[in-house]
Each structure stands twice: as C-alpha cells, then as structure tokens.
C-alpha cells in the first residue's frame, strides 16, 4: 500500500513568513512528486512538480526533495494572506503508475 | 484555456437510483481520471482511463462503473446510490507522460438521501 503522509494542520504563519509543508512517503521507487494547491470550495491546481533531489524553485515556492529519506517538502517565501489554502502532495510511483495523494495541510497566513 | 467540464455542480439523489456524473476535457488529453474527495479521507481514486473505451480500476472502485466512449468524455456511474456515495466527485485529465500534472473540473458534490 503506497502511503503519502502529511500534517494535516493547520499551520499558522504571518504575513511575510516563510511557511514550511512536509510531506513523506512510503513507495522507495517513487520517480516524481508533486505540490497542488485547493482553495476551500475549489478543486486542486498544481503548483510544483519535482523530480530529482535538491531544490527548485519558481517564484516564491521552493519544493524540496530527499529521496534517500523519503521526504518533500514546500516552503513559501513571503507568505500572504492570498496563500491561505489546503496543500496536497502528490507522488508517482515508478513506471507508468497513477498519482498517490496525501490528505493535505491546510497553511492560514494571516494579516 | 483548458477546460474539464463536469456536467453537474450539485445533485441530489435517493438510495438506489442510478447516477451518471459527466465529464468533459477539450485539451485532447489521453488520459482521464475519477476521484471522490471525503474530509479527513482525502482524494482517493476511482476509476481512471489511458484511452478511449479502456478502464482501470483505482483504488476505490466498488460501487462505481465508468464508460469512456469518446476521447474528450469520461462518465461515471453509480449503478444504485447508496449513502455511504455523498461525497465530492473530481475529475481529471492529463496527458500520456505528463500523469502527475493533473487538470482537475470544478466537482460535482452529490448528496444521497
């Protein structure tokens, strides 16, 4: 059974901290990880995709990735109010394997 | 802009009627998918499709059917709805090489009494 773990909050920054999302995941041979946002009452849209270990980043998000401890992470920089949704990661197994999904972290950046 | 459409935003139905919830892409994307989003639950995969008139089984498929007839329309079915079936249902697609960027419809939430 392929699991993806996160925290489900929620977590609390203020306006212009950086927030921090963590994610882990069970399935060793995972190839491809990824960040959707959901706004409350909408559907998901991705925001980040990762596929090698180390840092990428595209604008104020940073999406983190540890193969070896299984662990990927999000970070957004300069958090605003705006930013206030329910973060899912997302992994791909090897192969040509369909999305395991986390339960979300919802992040509420306040004023 | 892409588009994935589902036909309905809000349904309610009674236990034991027959449910189709539509859905509708025009990214000519392969690839179709059906989640049901529960609280606490998560995203959870019901059926999915890598062509026309093909299924796969995801990891929730007891109670459902899918038919996939054309490339840009992918229908489930809820032969008779039960409770336990109120849920918000997603759909989405995505290309062939690209499974994990996912274009997700706005959901239909459907309520059974």
């Known amino acids: 059974q392929k699991e993806v773990e996160q925290n489900s909050g929620p977590l609390s920054v203020p306006e212009g901290a950086i927030a921090s999302l963590n994610c882990t995941y069970s399935?060793?041979?995972?190839?491809?990880f990824f960040w959707y946002r959901q706004y409350s009452g909408k559907s998901p849209e991705l925001i980040m995709s990762?596929?090698?270990?180390g840092d990428k980043e595209d604008g104020r998000f940073t999406a983190q990735l540890n193969k070896a401890s299984q662990y990927v992470s999000l970070l957004i920089r300069d958090s605003q109010p705006s930013d206030s949704a329910t973060y899912l990661c997302?992994?791909?197994?090897?192969?040509?394997?369909?999305?395991?999904f986390g339960k979300g972290t919802m992040l509420l950046v306040s004023p | 802009d892409v588009k994935v459409t589902q036909s309905s935003r809000y349904l309610v139905k009674r236990t034991g009627e027959k449910v189709f919830l539509e859905c509708v892409q025009d990214?000519?994307?392969?690839?179709m998918f059906w989640y049901r989003q529960d609280p606490g639950l998560g995203l959870r995969l019901i059926y999915f499709?890598?062509?026309?008139?093909?299924?796969e089984k995801g990891d929730i498929p007891e109670g459902y059917s899918v038919s996939r007839e054309k490339k840009e329309r992918f229908s489930l079915i809820l032969e008779s709805a039960s409770t336990n079936q109120t849920s918000m249902y997603l759909c989405?697609?995505?290309?062939?090489?690209?499974?994990?960027?996912?274009?997700f419809g706005e959901g239909s939430r459907l309520t059974v009494l």
């Open positions: 399935d060793r041979g995972s190839q491809s």
């Open positions: 990762i596929y090698s270990n």
């Open positions: 989405a697609s995505t290309l062939t090489g690209r499974t994990g960027e996912l274009f």
């Open positions: 499709s890598y062509d026309v008139k093909m299924k």
């Open positions: 997302a992994v791909r197994g090897s192969g040509y394997s369909t999305l395991t």
């Open positions: 990214m000519d994307h392969e690839n």
